[in-house]
């Protein structure tokens, strides 16, 4: 029998997040990392980069902060070049706001939390560089010149910022083409929660590495859209009701028949999706919520491309 998988071209949509302080966190956002507001409520606020929405920040007051549970490790803010993340690294040390630049030798990157402990990575592509290799213990990157790397060195931060242009705005906010890249889970098995992104939803298994306690899933070969990990301990429960923190996140889908397929394989497993704002929302076995969402655009870029590959 043929296993169920994602459509090849389903992204990361976007995250939500509860929080405390609403005002503090959109200036937050807009300021210092460089995102836009795209609308505004009293209690609800919407950011990304000019183009979909990325980040909804929904206030309350009363939400708490929860130590040893599941919830969000980071969400991954993909940048298109190197240059835009030298930018938006220049701009944060600029403000001197503590962040650690890592290079993944695949990816340049680097982390960060928000003023109320979301955990947030600023990254861009450099697959010219090397690889990831996982072997179901631990996490290394290979260089391209062959050579090993524990994957997470310091960053050069001068070569980095070589790829700045003289007048470039640090104050200017991050490009349309920026997107979510990957979501990061803390949770409380990791086979129990493969199972659920690999078996239920669809992804692709990149690896588990248990002396890292972490895995990773994907689709269409990417090194991860998923990270998942036992950080917070090893059967470590949901966050309760009244978490600050991950609130959802959404998994973009190129067309309503993609979407039907995840719900169908969904029930198949005994899971009931439940009515969405955006589409259809399902729970990980950690109470993570997942919404399942349509984007036109995914399905328009994958026509271009596949227009493309036929003239070439």
Same mark, same amino acid.
């Given at each position: 029998?043929?296993?169920?998988?994602?459509?090849?071209?389903?992204?990361?949509?976007?995250?939500?997040?509860?929080?405390?302080?609403?005002?503090?966190?959109? #200036?937050?956002?807009?300021?210092?990392?460089?995102?836009?507001?795209?609308?505004?409520?009293?209690?609800?606020?919407?950011?990304?980069?000019?183009?979909?929405?990325?980040?909804?920040?929904?206030?309350?007051?009363?939400?708490?902060?929860?130590?040893?549970?599941?919830?969000?490790?980071?969400?991954?803010?993909?940048?298109?070049?190197?240059?835009?993340?030298?930018?938006?690294?220049?701009?944060?040390?600029?403000?001197?706001?503590?962040?650690?630049?890592?290079?993944?030798?695949?990816?340049?990157?680097?982390?960060?939390?928000? =003023?109320?402990?979301?955990?947030?990575?600023?990254?861009?592509?450099?697959?010219?560089?090397?690889?990831?290799?996982?072997?179901?213990?631990?996490?290394?990157?290979?260089?391209?010149?062959?050579?090993?790397?524990?994957?997470?060195? =310091?960053?050069?931060?001068?070569?980095?910022?070589?790829?700045?242009?003289?007048?470039?705005?640090?104050?200017? =906010?991050?490009?349309? =083409?920026?997107?979510?890249?990957?979501?990061?889970?803390?949770?409380?098995?990791?086979?129990?929660?493969?199972?659920?992104?690999?078996?239920?939803?669809?992804?692709?298994?990149?690896?588990?590495?248990?002396?890292?306690?972490?895995?990773?899933?994907?689709?269409?070969?990417?090194?991860?859209?998923?990270?998942?990990?036992?950080?917070?301990?090893?059967?470590?429960?949901?966050?309760?009701?009244?978490?600050?923190?991950?609130?959802?996140?959404?998994?973009?889908?190129?067309?309503?028949?993609?979407?039907?397929?995840?719900?169908?394989?969904?029930?198949?497993?005994?899971?009931?999706?439940?009515?969405?704002?955006?589409?259809?929302?399902?729970?990980?076995?950690?109470?993570?919520?997942?919404?399942?969402?349509? #984007?036109?655009?995914?399905?328009?870029?994958?026509?271009?491309?596949?227009?493309?590959?036929?003239?070439?």
């Amino acid at each position: 029998m043929t296993k169920f998988r994602l459509h090849p071209k389903t992204r990361p949509g976007a995250v939500a997040l509860t929080v405390i302080d609403l005002p503090r966190m959109v #200036d937050f956002y807009q300021r210092l990392l460089g995102l836009r507001l795209h609308a505004r409520s009293e209690d609800v606020a919407v950011l990304g980069a000019g183009g979909p929405d990325l980040l909804y920040l929904y206030e309350n007051p009363n939400a708490r902060r929860y130590r040893g549970v599941c919830g969000l490790y980071h969400f991954a803010v993909l940048l298109p070049d190197r240059r835009e993340l030298a930018r938006a690294i220049a701009r944060l040390l600029q403000a001197r706001y503590p962040n650690a630049p890592t290079d993944h030798i695949m990816t340049k990157t680097t982390y960060l939390d928000d =003023p109320e402990g979301n955990g947030i990575e600023l990254y861009c592509e450099s697959p010219e560089d090397g690889e990831f290799v996982v072997d179901g213990q631990r996490f290394y990157a290979r260089r391209a010149d062959g050579s090993w790397s524990d994957g997470r060195e =310091p960053l050069d931060l001068h070569a980095l910022f070589r790829h700045l242009r003289p007048g470039d705005d640090l104050a200017a =906010p991050m490009p349309p =083409p920026t997107r979510i890249g990957h979501v990061h889970l803390h949770v409380g098995d990791l086979e129990e929660a493969m199972r659920f992104y690999c078996d239920v939803l669809g992804f692709d298994d990149k690896g588990l590495m248990r002396l890292f306690r972490m895995a990773m899933v994907s689709v269409d070969g990417y090194h991860h859209h998923i990270g998942l990990n036992t950080w917070q301990g090893e059967g470590a429960p949901p966050a309760p009701p009244d978490a600050a923190g991950l609130r959802w996140f959404s998994l973009a889908l190129p067309d309503d028949a993609a979407l039907e397929s995840v719900l169908e394989n969904v029930r198949h497993h005994g899971l009931t999706p439940e009515p969405h704002a955006f589409g259809w929302q399902v729970r990980d076995p950690f109470n993570h919520r997942i919404v399942l969402t349509v #984007d036109p655009a995914l399905a328009a870029a994958a026509l271009q491309e596949e227009s493309q590959r036929r003239t070439n």
